[in-house]
T-cell receptor
Framework: DVKVTQSSRYLVKRTGEKVFLECVQD?????MFWYRQDPGLGLRLIYF???????EKGDIPEGYSVSREKKERFSLILESASTNQTSMYLC????????????FGPGTRLLVL | GESVGLHLPTLSVQEGDNSIINCAYS??????FIWYKQESGKGPQFIID?????DKRQGQRVTVLLNKTVKHLSLQIAATQPGDSAVYFC???????????FGTGTRLTVIP
């Protein structure tokens, strides 16, 4: 079975802090994704990556950056956390090519005070 | 942008009955569709997928129907069980990219 893990299930940070969310997948997937999930808005794509050291902006990249130094690890960075970044963050991975099926991690619920 | 919507935000069914969750999509170029189940406090879990060259696909207790004419997707769950209570999302791949575009979800509640 595909396993996608996220470093934290719950996280509380203060406004202005730098926040790192880590995601690791164990299936040698090329593609990795970061979403945020908010009530009534569904899943919105923040960033994705098709290969090591490669990144593409999703629909809502502002206030975020990512890092993919190794194939299995995709990090989401909040350079200066703000209260409107309080959300559930979901990481996913998929194979390539044509591997549209994305497998999700358990999510990190981030609260920014 | 893409638009993937659901007809009903909530659905309550009696245990043992069949459930039908509907989804409308807007991009006629989408050729891949997928249903996810998300239980409280967990990430979305893959249920079943279907490509646009098919109009029906069956899994274990689940069936996905695709009507390309009206751009409609449905998930049928047979003999619904309490463990089926969750939020269900449909997603489409837009213009064939490896990205997925998600609907906002339908909350299914199974009444014992």
């Amino acid at each position: 079975d595909v396993k996608v893990t996220q470093s934290s299930r719950y996280l509380v940070k203060r406004t202005g802090e730098k926040v790192f969310l880590e995601c690791v997948q164990d299936m040698d997937h090329e593609n990795m994704f970061w979403y945020r999930q908010d009530p009534g808005l569904g899943l919105r794509l923040i960033y994705f990556s098709y290969d090591v050291k490669m990144k593409e902006k999703g629909d809502i990249p502002e206030g975020y950056s990512v890092s993919r130094e190794k194939k299995e690890r995709f990090s989401l960075i909040l350079e200066s956390a703000s209260t409107n970044q309080t959300s559930m963050y979901l990481c996913a991975s998929s194979t390539d090519p044509g591997g549209e099926t994305q497998y999700f991690g358990p999510g990190t619920r981030l609260l920014v005070l | 942008g893409e638009s993937v919507g659901l007809h009903l935000p909530t659905l309550s069914v009696q245990e043992g009955d069949n459930s039908i969750i509907n989804c409308a999509y807007s991009n006629s170029a989408s050729d891949y569709f997928i249903w996810y189940k998300q239980e409280s406090g967990k990430g979305p879990q893959f249920i079943i997928d279907i490509r646009s060259n098919m109009d029906k696909r069956q899994g274990q207790r689940v069936t996905v129907l695709l009507n390309k004419t009206v751009k409609h997707l449905s998930l049928q769950i047979a003999a619904t069980q309490p463990g089926d209570s969750a939020v269900y999302f449909c997603a489409e791949n837009g213009a064939g990219a490896n990205n997925l575009f998600f609907g906002t979800g339908t909350r299914l509640t199974v009444i014992p």
